[in-house]
């Protein structure tokens, strides 16, 4: 075939929808990743929608994560079906590609997709479990390390006033030994500033 012609066979259209139909089969596989990333960022596990009512949980880190993730779905998406069309058909668009495509991810997502739901629950659940022990023990040592920093804060400001009254001290000495009056003369009474 070459890019000028733009009469396909039958069975060349056939096998171009079953290419798109197996590219659309794998990109519910891609979908699976994005949604299994999403429940670990707290959407509610098995549901599709944040809350019963479709409005979603409010929740603007949960938004901004489920928009990234759909947008570089839909990216991925366009690029593998540009890529799709360019090899299996010169690059010219063909309706059946398209059809093709959405016709297997439609089938991934009622199938398998259906099937991964309770898969994925599971995995969350676990990785959880995994790591709420190391987040729990991440705290705990980000607290011992508050706690160290903030009596080594104390002790530094403990030996700031220490020096501060050693020479208070001195000063004090000293003005003893030579007698207040010596002192009170050296020292210039202070001025009012009108």
């Known amino acids: 075939m070459s890019g000028l012609d733009l009469y396909q066979t039958q069975r060349a259209l056939a096998l171009l929808f079953v290419y798109a139909a197996c590219t659309g089969f794998g990109l519910g596989g891609?979908?699976?990743?994005?949604r299994f990333l999403r429940i670990l960022c707290g959407e509610p596990?098995?549901?599709r929608d944040a809350s019963a009512d479709g409005t979603g949980s409010g929740s603007l880190p949960l938004g901004i994560i489920r928009f990234s993730a759909d947008l570089l779905f839909s990216v991925i998406a366009a690029i593998v079906w540009v890529l799709l069309c360019y090899y299996a058909s010169d690059g010219s668009f063909?309706?059946?590609a398209l059809v093709g495509m959405a016709g297997g991810f439609f089938v991934y997502m009622q199938t398998l997709g259906r099937l991964m739901i309770p898969v994925e629950n599971a995995l969350t659940r676990l990785f959880k479990a995994m790591v709420r022990p190391l987040w729990r023990m991440a705290g705990r040592v980000a607290g011992f390390v508050g706690t160290v920093k903030q009596k080594r804060t104390e002790r530094m400001r403990e030996r700031q006033e220490r020096i501060q009254m050693a020479k208070a001290t001195k000063v004090l000495a000293a003005a003893a030994r030579r007698g207040f009056d010596a002192l009170a003369e050296e020292t210039p009474p202070p001025t009012s500033r009108e």
């Open 30 to 34: 891609v979908y699976e990743v994005f």
């Open 45 to 47: 596990l098995g549901s």
């Open 94 to 96: 063909r309706a059946p």
